[in-house]
């Protein structure tokens, strides 16, 4: 099992990046997805999910500027996250939960797997 995310960089206030959430080793649309993203000196914050039934979920912080969707064909998931704030620079990461229903989005304790992360940082 293997996830790897990348996209991230450096982005003025305001820009967008999109990540992705290249799973090998399995199926990921079989199970939920999520992305956490932690700071420097911060917790770790549960960002968003995508459910198997493809359902998602937002933190109220990214709610609106954040969108999910997947790629079956290419067994990726990616985070479009648009409008970047300062707030937002953090390491990225996504995971895999096998509850697929996304009731542990909150929780990265409780999923199952979480692969490397990347950085992104929203500078001017």
């Known amino acids: 099992v293997q996830l790897q995310a990348s996209g991230g960089g450096l982005v003025q206030p305001g820009g967008s990046l999109r990540l992705s959430c290249a799973a090998s080793g399995f199926t990921l649309d079989y199970y939920a997805i999520g992305w956490i993203r932690q700071a420097p000196g911060k917790e770790r914050e549960g960002v968003s999910c995508?459910?198997?039934?493809?359902?998602?979920y937002y933190a109220d912080s990214v709610k609106g500027r954040f969108t999910l969707s997947r790629d079956n064909a290419k067994n990726t998931v990616y985070l479009e996250m648009n409008n970047l704030k300062p707030e937002d620079t953090a390491v990225y990461y996504c995971?895999?939960?096998?509850?697929?229903?996304?009731?542990?989005?909150?929780?990265?304790?409780?999923?199952?797997?979480w692969g490397l992360g990347t950085q992104v940082t929203v500078s001017s």
């Open positions: 995971g895999l939960d096998t509850n697929p229903y996304g009731a542990n989005w909150l929780h990265p304790e409780k999923f199952d797997y």
């Open positions: 995508l459910t198997r039934a493809g359902s998602t």
